[in-house]
């Protein structure tokens, strides 16, 4: 990969990193932050509805009960049932300007003295439900002492009831019983409330318009009978839990929250990625050109150089030197190198000739093996001592040339030396010529290393049959000057004259004389 490409992946996925931590920051330091804010102004919104509910349910029907449970007519019939009281005032359009759903007179007993309910949806009077009664009565001499506003829970649905004592206009007594206003929180009048508050609000049942697992879990999660959740990426759901007068969850009441907040901070990062984005893009533009300019190119432009100087293989040539910078100091260092390489260029190349002139001149075979025992280079005496041309050995193994006894003595000397047991050998072996002749050669051969590990084998192959030949002779005369001796039989001159034959020999071998004459 070129050098340049390498700049460009790497400016990019540096931009690319720097572009996504930004983001990352942004999602990790803002965005929790604005959906803090967006849940506070939710719970807000839905402690608002809490109050609401108070003020528009409970506290009006409080006021409502209390208009009626102050009144002289409502005190007189409890006492005697007037049936004209009924006629006149306890009609249709009294529950519905009400928005009532069950009424009660109780006596101080507990007892129903009359006791109605209304559908709303019919508009028609019907009896109380009957769970309702049980209700009253058990609440009945409680209501005596206190005021009783809340919601139960009936198998009709949650009923928002007050309870208070029926007294005088005067608000005075004695008490005569306890009236009760009953209405349920139906869809009709959620409705109401929600047209009244201008908001979207849903009464929601345990068991009914939502599972009893997500009510528990709702019930669970809210704090001060209340909690938010988000419902999609538009919408947070605010829910204000509803208590019985045991303060036990019966329902509750959603409200629909726009995610004004959330959006708003989604439209900002979009716009602000947009913009991290064309910023990193020319940033990584400016980058690549600046790099280009300063390193790239001129590194190619270097490399370029470097490359022709050794296609050419002149090392007398050097590279461009341009500016005064690090890339400046490598110029110089790299011409530097290369005037040191050509000054040892020429003294190699002198070396050369000198080994070449040694290799080739002298007298005596001079090669190389590889580790299979095959010819890597010998020299010229190969041809005046086997007769071989040089090319002719190259590539062939030494055995074509060695009898089968050498051939065991020469491929375990090499084993010797490859395995590591010896570095240095010194042997005679047994050769044939080219022309059938066998000749006798002390091989002088060491390993080559490079890096501790053997690559070749380096000898000197010496011709040393003639002077095999003095050396028997030598044995035989020293031999039978021995047996001479043994016998004593014209020990003398036979001594003397073999003594000059020895010396004779020896001067041949270019020894000194072993006796005197």
Do not use: H
Request: charged share 25%; hydrophobic share 40%; aromatic share 8%.
């Amino acid at each position: 990969m070129k050098l340049r490409t390498k700049v460009i992946i790497s400016t990019a996925a540096t931009v690319f990193l720097t572009i996504m931590i930004v983001i990352l920051g942004v999602r990790l330091v803002l965005v929790p932050n604005f959906l803090e804010a967006e849940q506070n102004d939710a719970i807000n919104r839905t402690e608002r509805i809490q109050g609401a509910f108070r003020a528009i349910e409970l506290d009006t029907i409080e006021y409502m009960l209390l208009d009626w449970s102050l009144w002289d007519d409502s005190y007189q019939f409890v006492v005697n049932r007037n049936e004209k009281f009924i006629a006149t005032n306890i009609t249709e359009t009294t529950f519905r300007n009400l928005r009532l759903n069950a009424l009660i007179y109780l006596d101080l007993n507990g007892r129903v003295v009359y006791g109605v309910g209304y559908d709303q949806k019919n508009k028609e009077i019907g009896p109380l439900p009957a769970k309702l009664k049980e209700y009253c009565q058990q609440l009945a001499q409680t209501a005596q002492k206190e005021k009783i506003k809340g919601l139960i829970s009936l198998p009709e649905g949650p009923m928002i009831l007050a309870m208070q004592p029926i007294l005088t206009s005067k608000n005075e007594g004695p008490s005569k019983g306890t009236l009760v206003f009953g209405r349920f929180l139906n869809e009709t009048e959620t409705k109401y409330l929600a047209t009244s508050l201008q908001l979207d609000l849903k009464t929601q049942l345990p068991g009914k318009d939502l599972p009893q697992a997500k009510f528990d879990d709702l019930v669970g999660k809210s704090r001060n009978d209340l909690t938010v959740e988000p419902f999609n990426n538009s919408t947070i759901i605010g829910y204000t839990i509803l208590k019985d007068l045991n303060g036990n969850p019966i329902g509750l009441i959603s409200q629909t929250i726009p995610r004004i907040i959330f959006n708003k901070l989604e439209r900002t990062i979009s716009i602000f990625i947009a913009v991290i984005v064309v910023f990193g893009f020319l940033l990584g533009i400016v980058i690549l050109t600046t790099l280009d300019r300063l390193i790239t190119a001129r590194i190619a432009k270097l490399a370029a150089a470097i490359i022709t100087i050794g296609k050419k293989e002149k090392l007398n040539l050097t590279v461009p030197e341009e500016g005064n910078d690090e890339i400046t100091t490598l110029q110089r260092s790299i011409n530097s190198s290369l005037r040191s390489l050509n000054q040892a260029q020429i003294a190699l190349f002198q070396s050369q000739q000198s080994y070449n002139a040694i290799f080739e001149d002298v007298n005596d075979i001079v090669f190389t093996l590889n580790l299979k025992g095959e010819f890597t280079s010998v020299n010229k005496a190969v041809s005046r001592v086997l007769g071989y041309k040089p090319e002719d050995m190259l590539g062939r193994n030494f055995e074509f040339l060695a009898t089968p006894d050498s051939k065991s003595i020469i491929r375990s000397k090499i084993e010797e030396k490859v395995s590591g047991q010896q570095q240095r050998t010194l042997y005679e072996a047994l050769i044939k010529t080219k022309d059938g002749r066998f000749l006798t050669l002390e091989i002088n051969s060491q390993i080559q290393l490079d890096n501790g590990k053997p690559v070749a084998i380096f000898g000197i192959a010496r011709d040393v049959t003639e002077r095999k030949i003095f050396e028997r002779q030598l044995n035989d005369k020293v031999k039978e000057l021995e047996e001479f001796q043994s016998l004593a039989v014209g020990r003398e001159l036979r001594m003397a004259d073999l003594e000059n034959e020895i010396n004779d020999l020896l001067g041949k071998l270019g020894q000194p004389p072993k006796y005197k004459s």
